[in-house]
């Protein structure tokens, strides 16, 4: 397998659910469905959370693999920048952006995954709420009072060091983790967390999921202030017995009287979905349909500023029990309608119930209900989320079809509702949108126009005169907006469509393995590139040198008589030329004046590739000579042989020996001396523990082998033989054997 290959799996592998199995020719992963989670906006950004997780594979041929569950999670937040143009051709999956929430780990409850609770949120930072936890480890769950928040931006100045992330965070005032499946919403103006009701264990003990240990309702509204970012304040307060608790309602914040009221809507008594095999007994059944229906016909308000609660009966098309549906609300201009959408649901009794896919407005103050959107049986879904991302727009995010993971949503998990035409849209723009205006469906029923003026601005009657005070009391704190958003281009790869590999046609936590691996092989790249380079310098620098040395030596030479160009027998050449006008060495005082220091150090070869010795690269100095006695003493060195060589020529010796084969040699005559002797230059190897190491340049004397001669040796013929007999082991080998005369030589 190739490293492509090999890096190819690896992200592929990354890409797929955890719990999901290999699959052959895979191109893109997608979420199948998505219940139970948790998700807000802080300023241009929606984050998700939690919840349960399907995944499906897209494979090349255009077909699917079976939805897989993501039980194994190693605990992921997601990001969707609301910058992000997208349609409903777009693998909206591949437009999510991961966070690790534990550092990719799960093995040690380090803020595991939740089912359900809540997300709640100001303009900077989000607290992560309530909730089943998924653990991995059921002998190490997390303390009561520890939760998970995220710091987008820093809103107070007396952090030191402060950087955006994930930080834990701790209730106070005996408030716990341990309830579920309530009923959360944010006033960002207010800097105010709500969550209402829900499930816990009894005496407000520790809850898992999957063991019906939530098995009470909540008789509680929980409050966390934010005003001061890391002190954050939490209470439990009692509900009165006058507002019956209950299982996935849904909450709304109407920004009117001092600090806004909350309106609960909907919501079940006894939810299937936290029962062990999913099915309620009869008598819990009849309970639920008994008493769930009144949720959505008598609704629940509570004023933030004097902290009471008051009943408020609805008319209209009062819609059917209804729980784990989505709500936003959406003001008319002049304030005097809120309108309050919902979306899906079902009507927690059964898990094989129909979801809704209907779409119900309640304005407020007239407490009117009016059925807004009639959709498809299959288009339903209930456990999801909605979002005002824009006046005019509903992101519905997630959710699930009859509680059935393996039955993907249709459209996808991502949705979008046009507030204003009351229908759902093919495309989301960042760039396209307006002010909300009041759907005619609406204004026939409370009067006005589109942009406000409505006429009914009270129920037929109010059960409390004080709500009507309430309502007609003018919120003043401003509200923060940040659209509109800024575009951003993203690449996202239709899903079953054949694509090749690419991090545009995987989801984006992929971009990160793909961006190790980017960077790696740069670097390999980069040192490969550094390391020819640097080769190359040296060869540049190698041929500069030689360059230098011929430079040098004929600058040093201007009076010479003749220079003689030997070429060995594969052509290569290699010009030396001796240096005169340079003072004898005097062996005995040790010492040398006016010498030329040329720095030498290559590696040649001959046309035939045969290696040339290389030179030594320490600066040597080159002297000449006297004709009687040649010789050559290397410089001393750590470790390195001292050698004298002595070489006499005869004058009839030629100049350069045809025979010698590779072996590079500069012979200059500059006539005879009084002995007949003419100096020439000799390469000869070095030796270090009897191998060669480089070449040293020595001048040799003709009469160094007539010398020879007259000892009884015979004198060497070639230069490869002058390396041979004056070797110092050879020689020491003809001074053992020869006569005192030899010794003496």
Not at 31 to 46: E, K, P, S
Request: charged content about 15%; some cysteine.
């Amino acid at each position: 397998m190739s490293w492509l290959t090999w890096i190819g799996s690896v992200l592929l592998a990354k890409s797929r659910p955890a719990a999901a199995i290999s699959w052959q020719n895979e191109v893109n992963v997608s979420i199948c469905n998505w219940a139970q989670l948790r998700a807000n906006v802080v300023r241009d950004t929606i984050y998700l959370d939690g919840g349960d997780i399907w995944w499906q594979i897209g494979l090349s041929d255009g077909t699917y693999g079976s939805p897989q569950s993501n039980n194994e999670d190693g605990g992921s937040m997601y990001s969707l920048a609301l910058g992000i143009a997208f349609n409903q051709q777009t693998n909206m999956t591949g437009l999510l952006q991961a966070m690790a929430k534990n550092g990719g780990t799960s093995t040690a409850n380090v803020n595991p995954n939740y089912e359900d609770g809540v997300m709640l949120a100001n303009d900077d930072e989000f607290i992560l709420y309530g909730g089943l936890a998924r653990l991995t480890n059921s002998e190490n769950p997390p303390p009561s009072d520890v939760i998970l928040g995220y710091e987008v931006y820093e809103y107070s100045t007396n952090i030191p060091n402060w950087k955006s992330g994930f930080i834990q965070k701790n209730t106070d005032n005996d408030v716990t983790r341990y309830v579920t499946n309530g009923a959360g919403v944010s006033a960002p103006s207010e800097n105010m967390g709500f969550y209402f009701s829900g499930m816990r264990g009894p005496g407000w003990g520790s809850i898992e999921g999957g063991d019906e240990s939530a098995n009470t309702t909540a008789d509680s509204l929980i409050t966390v202030n934010m005003t001061t970012m890391r002190l954050e304040t939490w209470q439990n307060m009692s509900l009165p017995t006058s507002v019956a608790p209950r299982a996935n309602a849904e909450l709304a914040w109407i920004p009117v009287s001092e600090s806004g009221v909350l309106v609960a809507i909907g919501g079940v008594i006894n939810p299937e979905i936290l029962t062990a095999d999913r099915n309620l007994t009869v008598e819990q059944a009849k309970e639920s349909n008994k008493t769930s229906p009144s949720f959505m016909s008598e609704i629940s308000v509570y004023d933030i500023a004097s902290q009471t609660w008051f009943l408020q009966n609805t008319t209209g098309d009062i819609p059917p029990q209804l729980t784990m549906f989505c709500s936003v609300v959406a003001p008319a201009a002049d304030r005097s309608s809120f309108n309050i959408y919902i979306y899906g649901g079902y009507d927690g009794v059964s898990a094989e119930s129909p979801p809704s896919d209907d779409v119900y407005i309640l304005s407020i103050p007239s407490f009117t209900w009016i059925k807004a959107y009639s959709g498809q049986y299959s288009h339903g879904r209930s456990g999801h989320k909605c979002l005002q991302v824009y006046p005019d727009q509903m992101f519905i995010l997630g959710g699930i079809f009859k509680n059935d993971p393996t039955i993907c949503l249709e459209g996808g998990f991502l949705q979008v509702f046009n507030l204003n035409t009351l229908q759902f849209q093919e495309i989301y723009s960042p760039q396209n949108w307006s002010n909300y205006s009041v759907p005619a469906a609406v204004t026939s029923r409370i009067g006005g126009t589109e942009n406000g003026g409505a006429t009914k601005i009270s129920p037929s009657s109010w059960n409390n005169n004080k709500l009507s005070n309430i309502f007609s009391t003018a919120y003043t704190k401003p509200i923060n907006t940040y659209y509109p958003y800024s575009l951003v281009v993203s690449n996202s790869t239709k899903p079953g469509t054949e694509t090749t590999f690419s991090v545009s046609s995987m989801p984006p936590w992929v971009k990160a393995i793909f961006g190790v691996f980017t960077g790696l092989g740069c670097i390999v790249l980069g040192l490969a590139a550094w390391y020819l380079y640097r080769r190359f310098q040296r060869c540049k620098q190698s041929n500069i040198t030689n360059n230098i040395i011929r430079s040098s030596v004929q600058k040093s030479s201007p009076d010479r008589s003749s220079t003689t160009e030997e070429t060995n027998t594969n052509s290569s050449t290699l010009a030396m030329t001796p240096i005169t006008g340079v003072s004898s060495i005097s062996r005995e005082k040790e010492t040398e004046t006016n010498n030329t220091q040329i720095s030498v150090g290559t590696t040649m070869s001959q046309a035939d590739s045969a290696p040339i010795f290389e030179l030594d690269s320490r600066t040597r100095k080159w002297v000449e000579l006297p004709a009687e006695e040649c010789e050559v003493k290397r410089p001393s060195s750590t470790g390195r042989n001292h050698r004298d060589l002595k070489i006499s020529l005869p004058n009839s010796m030629p100049a350069v020996s045809e025979s010698v084969q590779n072996t590079p040699t500069k012979m200059q005559e500059k006539g005879s001396d009084e002995k007949g002797s003419t100096p020439i230059w000799v390469s000869t190897p070095t030796f270090s523990q009897g191998h060669p190491v480089r070449s040293t340049m020595g001048s040799v004397s003709i009469s160094d082998i007539s010398e020879a001669s007259e000892h009884g040796h015979e004198p060497p013929s070639t230069v490869a033989s002058f390396v041979q007999y004056y070797d110092p082991r050879a020689r020491a080998q003809r001074n053992s054997e020869g006569s005192a005369e030899d010794r003496n030589d």
